[in-house]
């Protein structure tokens, strides 16, 4: 990874990560993704999730999303993040393993942990989901109450349904992108003519 600063540092890269990851880096976005592999999706044997009949378990779930996130030009930075200092346009994003990535905006993905969003500063609500106590109060683009700072999936009170997640992940990066460009942001692909 550069020392130059990204358009976006995502926290988590759990479905709502990975799938932020995606959209942005495909957008054309500097994107580093900052994970701990502690989600729970770790713990989970999905029968529900589209595309996957037969099942899917979360750890290879997990592992496609980064695979896919990455193979779209995203960074990857196995750590934990400390703290998020700054404001939008320069956040300098602190691991517990010693990097620190500067980045002009930042969406945490980081499930079930408010950590990162209450250090940040992030205005915080009881949550409606079933065993979440606390989310991240986002607007209904996923900005949260610190400009430049968005939230997406569970941690920006969503249901905890990885597909949910994954969706939501998505949205974000899409409304961020969009944002950034001063136009609705689409990413189609279709099939070859023939």
């Known amino acids: 990874m550069s020392d130059e600063t990204q358009d976006v540092a995502i926290i988590g890269g759990g479905p709502a990560g990975a799938s932020a990851a995606i959209f942005a880096a495909r957008a054309g976005l500097r994107v580093v993704v ?104 986002v607007d209904d683009q996923g900005r949260t109450s610190v400009p430049g700072i968005w939230a997406a999936g569970t941690v920006g009170g969503v249901s905890v349904h990885t597909i949910v997640t994954a969706g939501d992940g998505a949205r974000v990066a899409i409304n961020l992108v969009s944002e950034l460009r001063g136009e609705r942001h689409v990413d189609h692909d279709v099939l070859p003519a023939g």
């Open 34 to 137: 900052v994970d701990a592999d502690r989600g729970i999706t770790r713990r989970a044997m999905l029968h529900n999730h589209l595309g996957f009949p037969e099942g899917i378990t979360g750890p290879e779930l997990v592992d496609r999303g980064r695979a896919q996130a990455e193979g779209a030009g995203a960074t990857w930075v196995e750590g934990s993040v400390e703290a998020i200092d700054g404001s939008a346009g320069g956040f300098a994003v602190r691991t517990a393993e010693g990097p620190t990535i500067t980045a002009a905006n930042v969406i945490l993905a980081t499930g079930t942990s408010i950590t990162a969003a209450e250090a940040a500063g992030v205005a915080t609500a009881d949550a409606t989901e079933p065993r979440i106590k606390t989310v991240a109060v």
